[in-house]
């Protein structure tokens, strides 16, 4: 079974920036990979994906701030996070599919592989 594992998350004034990472136990370039977040009371909400040829969509609330990327050699997603804002702040998912899809795959039921998440905290 293919292991994420996040890591990069912590704590950071509004405005600034932090760069997440999700690191693979297998190869995974032929994988649509996705960052998704939490915040506490709130549904597990869409932020970004990259499908494996490498082009990106985003979710509305993040665009122009957030940017997905990934490096197959090492197998490792990465999201940077610019200009952050107190409601960024939220458990932060790496996820991984590897079925046809249709569309953006921007639902959690899109993906099979999950990691452990990474929490980041944004204050003002």
């Known amino acids: 079974q293919v292991q994420l594992v996040e890591s990069g998350g912590g704590l950071v004034q509004a405005g600034g920036s932090l760069r997440l990472s999700c690191a693979a136990s297998?190869?995974?370039?032929?994988?649509?990979m996705g960052w998704f977040r939490q915040a506490p009371g709130k549904e597990r909400e869409f932020v970004a994906t990259?499908?494996?040829?490498?082009?990106?969509s985003y979710a509305d609330s993040v665009k122009g701030r957030f940017t997905i990327s990934r490096d197959n050699a090492k197998s490792t997603v990465y999201l940077q996070m610019n200009s952050l804002k107190p409601e960024d702040t939220a458990v932060y998912y790496c996820a991984a599919g590897f079925r046809g899809r249709f569309g953006v795959p921007v639902s959690p039921h899109d993906y099979d592989y999950w990691g452990q998440g990474t929490q980041v905290t944004v204050s003002s």
């Open positions: 297998g190869r995974i370039f032929t994988y649509y």
């Open positions: 990259i499908k494996s040829g490498g082009s990106t």
